[in-house]
RNA sequence: GCCAGUGUAGCGCAACGGCAGCGCAACUGAUUUGUAAUCAGUAGGUUGUAGGUUCGAAUCCUAUCACUGGCUCCA
């Protein structure tokens, strides 16, 4: 017998060479059937791993973040066995677990087209019913490349070449299909009878679009057949948020085929933005922020001075003036540093933050362009610091507490990123070492988490971005702060020093919203159109019961516009019915019905689109209940 | 930009080689209404655009533009 412990300190005995999967069924029936992987001595492994005397055992099922792993990514060899059946010569590259699924990227002749993956559906089906046995073999380097070589798997040899040397190369087989892969896998393809193929895409070998294209299909696999319904449900919930769709519904902004990527704002996201810009403008005021404006247009020269020209060339947009190229500003940067340039700073005026709402011009890729979460043009709320080197811990931690604030507001929740120095980059790597490690040392003083995204940052400087999702999950970047110690040396900015001599200031660039246009359109999805009070385009509607109350329904909306309140009336002549459930749909927070009753006793039956109830107020509750709200930036309640 | 898919009335959709239609919206009239859709009628189209195949094209082919999902890129 063996003794095996357990996570709760408890020792369970087994006989000699009992495996994962016995200490499973031995512990009950249902964990024996979903349990998906163990982790022996903290190291993930299949199930059909034989224990030893003295292991440490935790049994792994899809409740478990490292059981979702193992399960999509048997999904995705159950789908690479399939496509290997039906399309004998495609190539195998890789296939991972990813966020919600799994994909594999294929590398063969045509394409994969929607008909395709129903047979591939049905392919995996019959594999699912034969229920293979998923086993691991292990193979010495010479022995793995013969062995990938025999099947014509050439991508594989890369993969394995680029294995560190030390690493133990396994591969899985299940029935005629066998993959190289660490692991672990379920014990066999029977497990795997809720799965889904949801997307078909081109992918670049290694991303990057200068290798070959190959075909990425996209799964997802869950242990029961009710949770794959109950996700693909909630996807289904989740596109009546799309923005784009509301964006339409409640007429807040449009695009138009002679301006792709070009947004409209409509007057009704109009408000909603200017009602967003007005609290920002009110923070960032409080915050020691000076807002300022600067040209769209400026010379090429400028772009050249500040190295735009030569590292952001393929994004920018030129036009003719007098014979001379002006560049629309992708960003507002270089026009920024001309305005701080204009006078001489001492090292008390430091830090200067300086701010602007500015509109950039990007061109980004045709297939880049998404609703208001990728476009052409786009307002930054952008902000450019001044700062001593001594300043810049400080500064960036005020900055991290100010962004933080904001997405506390609207109760986004938010990941950051610190990104360092990519390729064809300006300055030293000097620069590069103080700049990164000032973000740092600042995301280190926080003491939040954050993830290392090597290579990412601008090509002025390292940055921690902050990344907010939509409403299927897609994480989008929207505040960054980025540490710039190029500008400076490029336009030679300087302040005089305590010692009298000129000092060169670092730069910090960062935006809290990032775009104006993204935000909203995660604001929109976030809200799913119904706005707390404060920012609601409209906050009430009146709704009149006949026209009799016409005259009644005037003078209140006179009264409430004069309050500040943004109200519409709809004294159409329409059932009420009918009309609240327009308002309804229009997602307004209030709607005041008026009828005989309210005319009579001079007060408002306000509708809640919270509950539905109708409460009964006088018009100065009403008011002040509204003001309240707004004022708190708060929603009903 | 690349791969795949989709473009039909303001919006959501149907017709898939043989007369371009439905619902909502719009407009007109009736109805004066109490908490998610009152009734009747009218009008609205060079089927994204440009070519081609065909007796005949929304439908098939080619090109192009836009959009959608990814890749890449990025706020």
Not at 42 to 64: A, C, P, Q, Y
Request: glycine fraction near 6%; hydrophobic fraction near 40%; proline fraction near 4%.
């Amino acid at each position: 017998m063996i003794n095996i412990h357990l996570p709760d300190q408890s020792i369970m005995e087994l006989p000699e060479n009992s495996t994962a999967y016995d200490a499973a069924r031995k512990i009950s029936r249902s964990l024996a059937k979903e349990v998906l992987a163990a982790i022996v001595n903290g190291k993930e492994t299949d199930i059909t791993t034989v224990l030893k005397d003295g292991d440490s055992l935790r049994l792994i099922t899809f409740e478990d973040d490292e059981g979702k792993v193992v399960m999509r990514h048997s999904g995705s060899h159950l789908m690479a066995q399939a496509v290997k059946r039906l399309f004998p010569g495609t190539q195998l590259t890789i296939g991972p677990a990813i966020e919600n699924g799994f994909y594999y990227d294929f590398d063969m002749e045509g394409t994969i087209s929607a008909h395709d993956i129903e047979a591939i559906e049905a392919e995996m089906a019959k594999i699912v019913k034969e229920d293979l046995p998923i086993e691991r073999f292990v193979l010495s380097r010479e022995e793995a490349l013969n062995f990938v070589k025999e099947q014509k798997e050439f991508y594989k040899i890369e993969l394995i070449e680029n294995l560190p040397e030390e690493e133990e190369i396994s591969f899985y087989r299940q029935g005629e299909f066998a993959d190289l892969c660490a692991g672990p896998h379920v014990a066999s393809t029977g497990m795997l009878r809720a799965f889904k193929l949801t997307a078909v895409t081109g992918a670049y070998w290694h991303g990057d679009s200068d290798n070959k294209m190959l075909q990425r299909v996209y799964g997802i696999v869950f242990p029961k057949k009710t949770q794959l319904d109950a996700y693909l449900l909630m996807l289904e919930e989740a596109k009546k948020r799309d923005h784009r769709k509301l964006g339409k519904e409640l007429d807040l902004f449009m695009m138009a085929e002679e301006g792709p990527g070009f947004p409209f704002f409509l007057p009704k996201g109009m408000i909603l933005r200017n009602v967003l810009l007005d609290f920002w403008r009110k923070k960032h005021d409080e915050a020691g922020y000076q807002e300022i404006s600067t040209p769209l247009i400026l010379n090429e020269s400028l772009w050249h001075q500040s190295g735009h020209w030569d590292h952001y060339k393929e994004n920018m947009y030129y036009t003719t003036i007098d014979e001379q190229t002006f560049v629309i500003k992708p960003m507002n940067c270089p026009g920024g540093v001309l305005a701080f340039k204009r006078r001489m700073y001492s090292y008390r005026d430091l830090p200067q933050r300086i701010s602007e709402l500015g509109l950039v011009h990007r061109h980004e890729l045709s297939g880049a362009l998404h609703g208001l979460m990728r476009v052409r043009n786009f307002t930054q709320d952008d902000a450019h610091l001044y700062i001593t080197p001594e300043q810049i811990q400080e500064e960036v931690i005020k900055i991290i507490e100010l962004i933080d604030y904001i997405y506390k507001v609207f109760d986004f929740e938010y990941h950051m990123e610190l990104s360092t120095r990519p390729e064809n980059s300006m300055g030293t790597d000097e620069d590069w070492e103080i700049a990164t490690e000032g973000l740092r040392s600042a995301l280190e003083a926080i003491g939040q988490p954050y993830k290392l995204n090597e290579g990412d940052g601008a090509f002025y400087g390292p940055k921690i971005d902050f990344h907010l999702r939509d409403s299927i999950g897609r994480a989008w970047q929207c505040g960054t702060i980025q540490l710039d110690m190029q500008m400076p040396e490029r336009f030679d900015l300087n302040y005089i020093g305590a010692d009298g001599e000129r000092h060169r200031p670092v730069m910090l660039h960062r935006a809290a919203l990032g775009s104006i246009e993204r935000f909203l359109g995660i604001l929109i999805e976030h809200y799913a159109g119904a706005f707390p009070t404060w920012l609601a385009p409209v906050q009430a509607r009146i709704l009149t019961i006949t026209d009799a109350h016409k005259d009644y329904a005037q003078d209140v909306m006179t009264k409430l516009k004069a309050a500040g309140i943004r109200v519409e009336l709809d004294d159409r002549n329409e059932k009420v019915g009918f009309k609240i459930r327009e308002a309804r749909l229009q997602k307004i927070p209030y709607m005041i019905i008026l009828g005989e009753q309210e005319v009579e006793k001079k007060n408002l039956s306000v509708r809640l689109r919270k509950t539905g109830k109708t409460i009964e107020f006088s018009l100065e509750d009403f008011i002040a209940r509204v003001e309240k709200e707004t004022e708190n930036l708060a929603d009903q309640n």
